[in-house]
Protein backbone atom coordinates (compact mmCIF):
# COMPACT_ATOMS: atom_id res chain seq x y z
CA UNK A 1 0.00 0.00 0.00
CA UNK A 2 0.97 3.36 -1.30
CA UNK A 3 3.16 5.01 2.04
CA UNK A 4 1.11 8.06 3.33
CA UNK A 5 -0.25 8.60 0.11
CA UNK A 6 -3.90 9.30 -0.33
CA UNK A 7 -5.75 9.48 -3.75
CA UNK A 8 -7.04 12.72 -4.92
CA UNK A 9 -10.24 14.02 -4.73
CA UNK A 10 -11.77 15.82 -7.51
CA UNK A 11 -11.92 19.74 -5.77
CA UNK A 12 -8.01 19.08 -5.46
CA UNK A 13 -7.54 18.89 -9.02
CA UNK A 14 -8.25 22.33 -10.63
CA UNK A 15 -9.47 22.19 -14.06
CA UNK A 16 -6.91 24.18 -16.57
CA UNK A 17 -9.07 26.32 -19.23
CA UNK A 18 -8.27 24.88 -22.13
CA UNK A 19 -7.81 21.13 -21.36
CA UNK A 20 -10.90 18.43 -21.28
CA UNK A 21 -10.20 14.77 -20.70
CA UNK A 22 -12.02 11.79 -21.36
CA UNK A 23 -11.67 7.88 -20.33
CA UNK A 24 -12.93 4.63 -21.38
CA UNK A 25 -12.27 0.75 -20.41
CA UNK A 26 -11.04 -0.27 -23.63
CA UNK A 27 -9.88 -3.96 -21.83
CA UNK A 28 -7.05 -3.87 -23.33
CA UNK A 29 -5.23 -5.84 -20.20
CA UNK A 30 -8.19 -6.21 -17.79
CA UNK A 31 -11.75 -6.19 -18.13
CA UNK A 32 -13.68 -3.54 -16.04
CA UNK A 33 -11.19 -1.12 -15.36
CA UNK A 34 -10.37 2.30 -16.92
CA UNK A 35 -7.28 1.41 -18.95
CA UNK A 36 -7.87 4.84 -21.63
CA UNK A 37 -7.67 8.33 -21.30
CA UNK A 38 -8.26 11.22 -23.70
CA UNK A 39 -6.49 14.56 -23.43
CA UNK A 40 -8.13 17.48 -26.04
CA UNK A 41 -6.46 20.97 -26.05
CA UNK A 42 -7.90 24.64 -27.25
CA UNK A 43 -6.41 25.70 -30.56
CA UNK A 44 -3.28 27.65 -29.80
CA UNK A 45 -2.14 25.09 -26.90
CA UNK A 46 1.74 24.75 -26.98
CA UNK A 47 3.24 21.31 -25.85
CA UNK A 48 6.68 20.15 -24.60
CA UNK A 49 7.88 16.81 -23.62
CA UNK A 50 11.21 14.85 -22.39
CA UNK A 51 11.27 11.30 -22.88
CA UNK A 52 13.55 8.22 -22.00
CA UNK A 53 17.31 8.10 -22.90
CA UNK A 54 16.41 3.87 -23.13
CA UNK A 55 17.84 2.34 -26.67
CA UNK A 56 14.39 0.60 -26.72
CA UNK A 57 12.16 3.35 -27.09
CA UNK A 58 8.79 2.10 -27.39
CA UNK A 59 6.90 3.15 -30.47
CA UNK A 60 4.65 5.42 -28.54
CA UNK A 61 7.51 7.39 -27.68
CA UNK A 62 9.10 7.55 -31.10
CA UNK A 63 5.93 8.93 -32.80
CA UNK A 64 5.49 11.74 -29.80
CA UNK A 65 9.22 12.75 -30.66
CA UNK A 66 8.29 13.52 -34.48
CA UNK A 67 4.58 14.60 -33.86
CA UNK A 68 6.41 17.25 -31.46
CA UNK A 69 8.80 18.38 -34.26
CA UNK A 70 5.68 19.20 -36.15
CA UNK A 71 4.33 22.08 -34.45
CA UNK A 72 0.75 22.04 -33.20
CA UNK A 73 -1.03 19.45 -30.75
CA UNK A 74 -4.71 19.02 -29.92
CA UNK A 75 -4.80 15.63 -28.28
CA UNK A 76 -2.94 13.26 -26.16
CA UNK A 77 -3.60 9.77 -26.05
CA UNK A 78 -2.96 7.23 -23.18
CA UNK A 79 -3.51 3.25 -23.00
CA UNK A 80 -2.58 1.64 -20.19
CA UNK A 81 -2.01 -2.05 -19.90
CA UNK A 82 0.20 -2.57 -23.23
CA UNK A 83 3.70 -0.32 -23.72
CA UNK A 84 3.74 -1.05 -27.26
CA UNK A 85 7.37 -1.66 -27.11
CA UNK A 86 9.82 -4.19 -28.97
CA UNK A 87 6.99 -4.20 -31.36
CA UNK A 88 8.87 -2.96 -34.58
CA UNK A 89 7.16 -1.91 -37.75
CA UNK A 90 3.59 -3.36 -36.61
CA UNK A 91 3.80 -1.53 -33.44
CA UNK A 92 4.56 2.31 -34.84
CA UNK A 93 1.81 1.20 -37.33
CA UNK A 94 -0.29 0.44 -34.52
CA UNK A 95 0.69 3.75 -32.89
CA UNK A 96 0.11 6.03 -36.14
CA UNK A 97 -3.81 4.17 -36.44
CA UNK A 98 -4.40 5.50 -33.01
CA UNK A 99 -3.53 8.91 -33.63
CA UNK A 100 -5.76 8.62 -36.70
CA UNK A 101 -8.63 7.58 -34.90
CA UNK A 102 -8.11 10.30 -32.20
CA UNK A 103 -7.89 12.74 -35.49
CA UNK A 104 -10.93 10.97 -36.76
CA UNK A 105 -13.31 11.76 -33.41
CA UNK A 106 -12.23 15.55 -32.86
CA UNK A 107 -11.20 16.69 -36.42
CA UNK A 108 -7.72 17.19 -36.18
CA UNK A 109 -5.04 16.10 -37.75
CA UNK A 110 -2.85 12.64 -36.73
CA UNK A 111 0.11 14.92 -36.81
CA UNK A 112 -1.34 16.78 -33.87
CA UNK A 113 -1.77 13.71 -31.57
CA UNK A 114 0.38 12.88 -28.98
CA UNK A 115 -0.03 8.69 -28.27
CA UNK A 116 1.39 6.96 -24.81
CA UNK A 117 1.55 3.41 -23.49
CA UNK A 118 2.13 1.95 -20.48
CA UNK A 119 2.40 -1.53 -19.28
CA UNK A 120 3.75 -5.16 -20.62
CA UNK A 121 6.62 -5.03 -23.14
CA UNK A 122 7.01 -6.76 -26.26
CA UNK A 123 3.32 -7.60 -26.75
CA UNK A 124 1.43 -5.96 -29.80
CA UNK A 125 -0.97 -3.16 -29.55
CA UNK A 126 -4.83 -4.27 -29.68
CA UNK A 127 -5.33 -0.93 -30.98
CA UNK A 128 -8.76 -2.02 -32.70
CA UNK A 129 -10.05 -1.98 -28.88
CA UNK A 130 -8.59 1.56 -28.90
CA UNK A 131 -10.44 2.31 -31.95
CA UNK A 132 -13.83 0.93 -30.71
CA UNK A 133 -13.15 2.80 -27.06
CA UNK A 134 -12.26 6.28 -28.55
CA UNK A 135 -16.15 7.38 -28.60
CA UNK A 136 -16.74 7.07 -25.32
CA UNK A 137 -13.49 9.05 -24.19
CA UNK A 138 -14.51 12.11 -26.67
CA UNK A 139 -18.16 11.18 -24.61
CA UNK A 140 -16.49 11.36 -21.54
CA UNK A 141 -14.63 14.96 -21.79
CA UNK A 142 -14.61 16.94 -19.28
CA UNK A 143 -12.20 20.11 -17.45
CA UNK A 144 -13.02 18.54 -14.58
CA UNK A 145 -12.07 15.09 -15.14
CA UNK A 146 -8.66 15.44 -13.99
CA UNK A 147 -9.44 12.19 -11.48
CA UNK A 148 -10.64 10.11 -13.49
CA UNK A 149 -7.74 10.44 -16.05
CA UNK A 150 -5.47 10.06 -13.25
CA UNK A 151 -6.73 6.27 -12.52
CA UNK A 152 -7.51 5.25 -15.94
CA UNK A 153 -3.61 5.56 -16.90
CA UNK A 154 -2.75 2.97 -14.10
CA UNK A 155 -1.03 -0.25 -14.38
CA UNK A 156 0.62 -1.48 -10.71
CA UNK A 157 -0.03 1.75 -9.04
CA UNK A 158 -2.12 1.41 -6.16
CA UNK A 159 -3.14 5.17 -5.76
CA UNK A 160 -3.98 7.67 -8.65
CA UNK A 161 -1.41 10.77 -8.84
CA UNK A 162 -2.86 13.99 -9.51
CA UNK A 163 -1.35 17.77 -7.91
CA UNK A 164 -2.75 21.42 -8.12
CA UNK A 165 -1.48 25.06 -7.51
CA UNK A 166 -3.37 28.13 -8.32
CA UNK A 167 -0.40 30.98 -7.95
CA UNK A 168 -1.51 34.78 -8.28
CA UNK A 169 0.60 36.38 -11.28
CA UNK A 170 0.39 40.20 -12.12
CA UNK A 171 -3.14 39.74 -10.15
CA UNK A 172 -4.46 37.15 -12.27
CA UNK A 173 -5.44 33.75 -10.96
CA UNK A 174 -3.16 31.05 -12.98
CA UNK A 175 -3.68 27.37 -12.78
CA UNK A 176 -1.45 23.94 -12.65
CA UNK A 177 -2.57 20.55 -12.60
CA UNK A 178 -0.55 17.90 -13.38
CA UNK A 179 -1.26 14.15 -12.94
CA UNK A 180 1.27 10.18 -13.34
CA UNK A 181 1.95 7.44 -13.24
CA UNK A 182 4.63 5.03 -12.27
CA UNK A 183 5.88 2.42 -9.37
CA UNK A 184 8.48 -0.08 -11.30
CA UNK A 185 10.58 -0.27 -13.66
CA UNK A 186 11.65 3.47 -12.71
CA UNK A 187 14.86 5.62 -12.57
CA UNK A 188 13.83 8.67 -14.73
CA UNK A 189 16.28 9.98 -17.14
CA UNK A 190 14.80 13.37 -18.53
CA UNK A 191 11.32 11.95 -17.68
CA UNK A 192 9.13 9.61 -15.48
CA UNK A 193 6.76 6.81 -16.26
CA UNK A 194 3.98 8.98 -17.58
CA UNK A 195 3.48 12.66 -16.35
CA UNK A 196 1.47 15.17 -18.10
CA UNK A 197 1.51 18.83 -16.47
CA UNK A 198 -1.20 21.63 -17.88
CA UNK A 199 -0.94 25.39 -17.42
CA UNK A 200 -3.41 28.30 -18.53
CA UNK A 201 -0.07 30.68 -18.76
CA UNK A 202 1.12 31.53 -22.49
CA UNK A 203 4.83 30.37 -23.20
CA UNK A 204 6.51 30.60 -26.04
CA UNK A 205 7.41 27.67 -27.54
CA UNK A 206 11.83 27.62 -27.07
CA UNK A 207 10.40 28.97 -23.12
CA UNK A 208 8.31 26.22 -22.45
CA UNK A 209 11.08 23.38 -23.69
CA UNK A 210 13.72 25.23 -21.46
CA UNK A 211 10.67 24.90 -18.72
CA UNK A 212 10.00 21.10 -18.97
CA UNK A 213 13.62 20.24 -18.61
CA UNK A 214 14.60 22.33 -16.07
CA UNK A 215 11.14 21.20 -13.94
CA UNK A 216 12.12 17.23 -14.85
CA UNK A 217 15.44 17.81 -13.67
CA UNK A 218 14.58 18.68 -10.16
CA UNK A 219 11.32 16.30 -9.87
CA UNK A 220 10.99 13.25 -11.82
CA UNK A 221 14.89 12.98 -12.67
CA UNK A 222 14.95 12.96 -8.75
CA UNK A 223 13.06 9.75 -8.16
CA UNK A 224 14.02 6.36 -8.07
CA UNK A 225 12.13 3.09 -7.33
CA UNK A 226 14.93 0.25 -8.69
CA UNK A 227 17.43 1.89 -10.96
CA UNK A 228 15.58 1.17 -14.22
CA UNK A 229 15.15 3.50 -17.11
CA UNK A 230 11.58 2.14 -18.85
CA UNK A 231 11.14 1.97 -22.19
CA UNK A 232 7.97 4.33 -22.51
CA UNK A 233 9.05 7.40 -19.53
CA UNK A 234 7.54 10.64 -21.22
CA UNK A 235 6.79 13.82 -18.95
CA UNK A 236 5.29 16.30 -20.96
CA UNK A 237 4.29 20.25 -20.62
CA UNK A 238 1.12 21.96 -21.70
CA UNK A 239 0.39 25.96 -21.16
CA UNK A 240 -2.93 26.69 -22.91
CA UNK A 241 -2.74 30.31 -23.00
CA UNK A 242 -6.08 31.05 -22.20
CA UNK A 243 -5.54 32.57 -18.57
CA UNK A 244 -5.92 36.64 -18.90
CA UNK A 245 -2.03 37.12 -18.33
CA UNK A 246 0.30 38.48 -20.99
CA UNK A 247 2.37 35.80 -22.19
CA UNK A 248 5.49 35.04 -19.85
CA UNK A 249 8.62 35.98 -22.25
CA UNK A 250 11.32 35.73 -20.64
CA UNK A 251 13.20 33.86 -17.69
CA UNK A 252 14.92 37.10 -16.10
CA UNK A 253 11.08 38.60 -14.99
CA UNK A 254 9.28 37.84 -11.52
CA UNK A 255 6.38 35.85 -13.53
CA UNK A 256 8.53 33.07 -14.82
CA UNK A 257 9.69 32.84 -11.51
CA UNK A 258 6.54 32.50 -9.81
CA UNK A 259 5.29 30.03 -12.47
CA UNK A 260 8.01 28.18 -12.61
CA UNK A 261 7.73 27.63 -8.73
CA UNK A 262 3.92 26.36 -9.24
CA UNK A 263 5.23 24.03 -11.43
CA UNK A 264 8.23 22.64 -9.62
CA UNK A 265 5.78 22.24 -6.82
CA UNK A 266 3.94 20.18 -8.73
CA UNK A 267 5.87 17.97 -10.11
CA UNK A 268 7.71 17.37 -7.19
CA UNK A 269 4.92 16.41 -5.31
CA UNK A 270 4.05 13.67 -8.12
CA UNK A 271 7.49 12.56 -8.01
CA UNK A 272 7.54 12.11 -4.53
CA UNK A 273 3.85 10.52 -4.87
CA UNK A 274 5.55 7.69 -7.23
CA UNK A 275 8.15 6.88 -4.57
CA UNK A 276 5.56 6.45 -2.10
CA UNK A 277 3.75 4.29 -4.20
CA UNK A 278 6.35 2.03 -5.49
CA UNK A 279 5.74 -1.69 -6.08
CA UNK A 280 5.54 -3.20 -2.73
CA UNK A 281 6.54 -0.07 -0.68
CA UNK A 282 6.09 0.53 3.00
CA UNK A 283 8.69 3.28 3.64
CA UNK A 284 9.46 6.39 1.96
CA UNK A 285 12.96 7.35 1.81
CA UNK A 286 14.38 11.37 1.41
CA UNK A 287 18.13 11.27 -0.08
CA UNK A 288 20.17 14.60 0.85
CA UNK A 289 23.43 14.91 0.19
CA UNK A 290 25.80 17.85 0.63
CA UNK A 291 29.12 19.13 0.39
CA UNK A 292 29.77 18.04 -3.28
CA UNK A 293 32.15 19.17 -5.58
CA UNK A 294 29.63 19.04 -8.42
CA UNK A 295 25.53 18.23 -8.45
CA UNK A 296 26.12 15.29 -10.71
CA UNK A 297 28.60 14.00 -8.00
CA UNK A 298 25.98 14.78 -5.45
CA UNK A 299 23.41 12.55 -7.61
CA UNK A 300 25.61 9.82 -8.11
CA UNK A 301 26.25 9.38 -4.43
CA UNK A 302 22.40 9.95 -3.69
CA UNK A 303 21.37 7.46 -6.43
CA UNK A 304 24.26 4.72 -5.47
CA UNK A 305 22.22 4.71 -1.99
CA UNK A 306 18.91 5.31 -2.89
CA UNK A 307 19.24 2.28 -5.96
CA UNK A 308 21.32 -0.65 -3.26
CA UNK A 309 19.08 -3.39 -2.81
CA UNK A 310 21.31 -3.97 0.25
CA UNK A 311 20.25 -0.43 1.34
CA UNK A 312 16.71 -0.52 0.24
CA UNK A 313 15.94 -4.30 1.76
CA UNK A 314 17.95 -3.05 5.30
CA UNK A 315 15.38 0.09 5.38
CA UNK A 316 12.71 -2.50 5.03
CA UNK A 317 13.58 -4.11 8.77
CA UNK A 318 14.71 -1.26 10.22
CA UNK A 319 17.88 -2.56 10.57
CA UNK A 320 20.52 0.00 10.89
CA UNK A 321 23.46 -1.76 8.92
CA UNK A 322 25.78 1.16 8.93
CA UNK A 323 28.32 -1.20 6.90
CA UNK A 324 25.61 -1.02 3.67
CA UNK A 325 25.27 2.46 3.62
CA UNK A 326 29.40 2.78 3.81
CA UNK A 327 29.56 0.92 0.84
CA UNK A 328 26.74 2.44 -1.28
CA UNK A 329 28.31 5.86 -0.80
CA UNK A 330 31.74 4.23 -1.70
CA UNK A 331 30.21 2.78 -5.11
CA UNK A 332 29.10 6.03 -6.50
CA UNK A 333 32.24 6.45 -8.17
CA UNK A 334 33.52 10.01 -6.69
CA UNK A 335 37.06 10.09 -7.62
CA UNK A 336 39.71 10.76 -4.87
CA UNK A 337 37.28 11.28 -2.15
CA UNK A 338 38.34 11.53 1.35
CA UNK A 339 36.10 8.99 3.29
CA UNK A 340 37.65 10.63 6.64
CA UNK A 341 35.40 13.75 5.64
CA UNK A 342 32.15 12.03 5.35
CA UNK A 343 29.65 12.24 7.21
CA UNK A 344 26.23 10.56 7.20
CA UNK A 345 23.03 11.34 9.12
CA UNK A 346 19.64 9.09 9.92
CA UNK A 347 17.18 10.88 10.54
CA UNK A 348 18.88 13.18 13.55
CA UNK A 349 21.00 10.58 14.29
CA UNK A 350 24.96 11.19 13.62
CA UNK A 351 25.61 7.60 12.14
CA UNK A 352 29.08 8.24 10.82
CA UNK A 353 32.02 10.85 11.07
CA UNK A 354 35.96 10.69 9.77
CA UNK A 355 34.64 8.31 7.70
CA UNK A 356 33.90 5.85 10.80
CA UNK A 357 31.16 4.85 13.52
CA UNK A 358 30.50 8.11 15.53
CA UNK A 359 31.49 7.98 18.56
CA UNK A 360 28.20 8.78 20.57
CA UNK A 361 26.24 6.22 18.06
CA UNK A 362 24.21 4.22 19.63
CA UNK A 363 22.23 0.84 18.18
CA UNK A 364 19.03 1.93 19.50
CA UNK A 365 19.26 5.43 18.19
CA UNK A 366 19.58 3.95 14.61
CA UNK A 367 16.80 1.69 14.77
CA UNK A 368 14.23 4.09 16.60
CA UNK A 369 15.26 6.51 13.37
CA UNK A 370 14.61 3.75 10.96
CA UNK A 371 11.33 2.34 11.97
CA UNK A 372 8.63 4.89 11.26
CA UNK A 373 7.26 4.96 7.23
CA UNK A 374 9.54 7.79 6.37
CA UNK A 375 12.69 8.12 6.42
CA UNK A 376 15.72 10.76 5.97
CA UNK A 377 19.18 9.84 5.17
CA UNK A 378 22.12 12.69 5.09
CA UNK A 379 25.64 12.42 3.31
CA UNK A 380 28.06 15.38 3.33
CA UNK A 381 30.78 14.60 1.53
CA UNK A 382 32.86 17.83 2.49
CA UNK A 383 33.80 18.47 -1.00
CA UNK A 384 32.58 21.53 -2.09
CA UNK A 385 29.08 23.02 -1.95
CA UNK A 386 27.00 21.29 -4.30
CA UNK A 387 23.63 19.24 -3.07
CA UNK A 388 21.10 17.67 -4.20
CA UNK A 389 17.70 15.08 -3.47
CA UNK A 390 16.26 11.91 -4.01
CA UNK A 391 12.94 10.58 -3.49
CA UNK A 392 13.08 6.27 -3.04
CA UNK A 393 11.45 3.87 -1.28
CA UNK A 394 12.30 0.43 0.38
CA UNK A 395 12.71 -3.19 -1.13
CA UNK A 396 9.91 -5.23 0.45
CA UNK A 397 9.06 -9.36 -0.24
CA UNK A 398 5.63 -7.76 -2.04
CA UNK A 399 8.13 -6.23 -4.74
CA UNK A 400 9.20 -9.64 -5.82
CA UNK A 401 6.11 -10.86 -5.43
CA UNK A 402 4.52 -8.08 -7.90
CA UNK A 403 7.07 -8.30 -10.36
CA UNK A 404 7.31 -11.68 -10.34
CA UNK A 405 3.65 -12.06 -10.93
CA UNK A 406 3.82 -9.08 -13.10
CA UNK A 407 2.25 -10.70 -16.16
CA UNK A 408 -0.18 -13.20 -14.69
Same mark, same amino acid.
Given at each position: ??????????????????????????? !??????R?????????????????????????????????????????L????????????????????????A??????????????????????????E? !?????????A?????? &?? %??????????????????????????????????????????M?????Y????????????????? %??????????????????????????T??????????????????????? !??V??????????????????????????A? %???A?????????????????????????????????????D????????????V???????????????????????A? !?S??V??????????? &?????????V?I??????
Amino acid at each position: MAVNLAPPQAEDLYPVAGVELGFAEAG !IRKAGRRDLMLMRLAPGSRVAGVFTQNSFAAAPVQICREHLRTGAIRALLVNAGNANCGTGATGLAAAQRSCVAVARELGCTPQEVLPFSTGVILEHLPVER !IEAALPACVATLGADR &WC %EAASAIMTTDTVPKGSSRRVLIDGVSVTVTGIAKGVGMLQPNMATMLAYLATDAALPQDLLQHLVK %EVADVSFNRVTVDGDTSTNDSFVLIATGQARLAAVSDRSGAQYALLRGAL !IEVAQQLAQSIARDGEGATKFITVNVAGAAS %EPEALAVARAIANSPLVKTALFASDPNLGRLLMAIGNAGVPDLDTSAVQLYLGDVHVIENGGRAAAYREEDGARVMAPAE !ISLRVELGRGTAATTV &WTCDFSYEYVKINAEYRT
